[in-house]
């Protein structure tokens, strides 16, 4: 079985930086594409980006760009979100998510998840 674990996080202060942490664990596969989602209360789970794993290629959505980074360690099977110049609307649980396929732009595209982190961040 595959487990992601998410880590980091927690109270930020507008306009600060963060970086978030997962680490994945069991059977995993060496292509795995990787994602960061963000889910607010009311509101749809959200894709802030994925990095793919044979190129390391990464998409981001537009309102991401920029402030956000995703990266990938894979000797440590670890993936970081790097968070800069956050603002209030940022406020969200943050979910990592895997899976095989290359463009996985839903979360139905996504096979494995952790169990997400807050990141709260006031103003």
């Known amino acids: 079985q595959v487990q992601l674990v998410e880590s980091g996080g927690g109270l930020v202060q507008a306009g600060g930086s963060t970086r978030l942490s997962c680490i994945l664990s069991?059977?995993?596969?060496?292509?795995?594409?990787m994602a960061w989602f963000r889910q607010s209360p009311g509101k749809e789970r959200e894709l802030v980006a994925f990095?793919?794993?044979?190129?390391?290629?990464?998409y981001y959505t537009n309102s991401m760009k920029g402030r956000f980074t995703i990266s990938r360690d894979n000797a440590k099977d670890t993936l970081y979100l790097q968070m800069d110049s956050l603002v209030p609307e940022d406020t969200a649980v943050y979910y990592c998510?895997?899976?095989?396929?290359?463009?996985?732009?839903?979360?139905?595209?996504?096979?494995?998840w952790g169990q997400g982190t807050q990141v709260t961040i006031s103003s």
């Open positions: 998510a895997a899976t095989i396929y290359l463009s996985p732009f839903s979360p139905g595209d996504y096979e494995f």
């Open positions: 069991g059977r995993t596969f060496n292509h795995f594409t």
């Open positions: 990095i793919r794993g044979r190129d390391s290629s990464t």
